[in-house]
């Protein structure tokens, strides 16, 4: 079984920074697709950002230009960069691998206004 584990989430303030840590059981290369997903209450999980085997990138709008999506192969570990933090930006973030689809516990993100 594949284990995905999220770190780096916590309290930040509005146009804060931080960086998210998802660190991979097994080698990351048999992922075609690595994203962060996140959910806010009574809201429905939607993708941040996803990144493929060849580095190929693609983001929420609500998050380009701020959030930044990279892969360390080497360590097994992809990463979210997210600068200019919003308030709304607040949710649980996780960490996903597919095939087929294995995701990690999670990690809160909560940013105050």
């Known amino acids: 079984q594949v284990q995905l584990v999220e770190s780096g989430g916590g309290l930040v303030q509005a146009g804060g920074s931080l960086r998210l840590s998802c660190a991979a059981s097994?080698?990351?290369?048999?992922?075609?697709?690595m994203g962060w997903y996140r959910q806010a209450p009574g809201k429905q999980r939607e993708l941040v950002a996803i990144?493929?085997?060849?580095?190929?990138?693609n983001y929420l709008d609500s998050v380009k230009g701020r959030f930044t999506i990279s892969r360390d192969n080497a360590k097994n570990t992809v990463y979210l960069q997210m600068n200019s933090l919003k308030p709304e930006d607040t949710a649980v973030y996780y960490c996903?691998?597919?095939?087929?689809?294995?995701w990690g516990q999670g990690t809160q993100v909560t940013v105050s206004s």
């Open positions: 097994r080698s990351i290369l048999s992922f075609n697709f």
């Open positions: 990144i493929t085997t060849g580095g190929t990138t």
């Open positions: 996903h691998g597919k095939p087929p689809d294995y």
